[in-house]
């Protein structure tokens, strides 16, 4: 029996929406992210940045707000499985954690040099 329902542009655009609602519900850190965005976007159309800056500086922005969704569907996953604690699941947990943390230090690390090469 196949239970995949059917695939629909428009549905599965639904789909995601929802989603995002979710996250702009229940997800502190997703809220302090495009929050932070708002300015980010703005200063990376004031400053003078490069066109391949300003690419890099939004593409590393998006994959925040990507690692920052997945890290929480992946902690939603966990907490359906199991309201125990167990050392796999704390570890699916802190590694998606630990995604987030990267993403943020490359922001940093791109933002740096970007705003070092332009003063």
Same mark, same amino acid.
């Given at each position: 029996?196949?239970?995949?329902?059917?695939?629909?542009?428009?549905?599965?655009?639904?789909?995601? #929406?929802?989603?995002?609602?979710?996250?702009?519900?229940?997800? =502190?850190?997703?809220?302090?992210?495009? #929050?932070?965005?708002? #300015?980010?976007?703005?200063?990376?159309?004031?400053?003078?940045? =490069?066109?391949?800056?300003?690419?890099?500086?939004?593409?590393?922005?998006?994959? $925040?707000?990507?690692?920052?969704?997945?890290?929480?569907?992946?902690?939603?996953?966990?907490?359906?499985?199991?309201?125990?604690?167990?050392? $796999?699941?704390?570890?699916?947990?802190?590694?998606?954690?630990?995604?987030?943390?990267?993403?943020?230090?490359?922001?940093?690390?791109?933002?740096?040099?970007?705003?070092?090469?332009? #003063?």
């Amino acid at each position: 029996m196949n239970r995949k329902p059917k695939y629909t542009l428009f549905k599965n655009s639904r789909y995601a #929406f929802e989603g995002f609602i979710h996250m702009l519900k229940v997800e =502190t850190s997703f809220k302090i992210e495009l #929050f932070v965005g708002v #300015f980010a976007f703005t200063l990376i159309f004031i400053l003078p940045f =490069t066109l391949w800056q300003q690419f890099a500086l939004i593409g590393a922005y998006f994959l $925040l707000l990507i690692v920052e969704t997945l890290n929480s569907a992946i902690e939603n996953v966990v907490d359906l499985v199991t309201q125990d604690h167990h050392l $796999l699941a704390k570890a699916a947990k802190d590694v998606a954690s630990a995604a987030v943390m990267l993403s943020i230090v490359l922001n940093l690390i791109l933002w740096s040099i970007s705003l070092v090469s332009i #003063f």
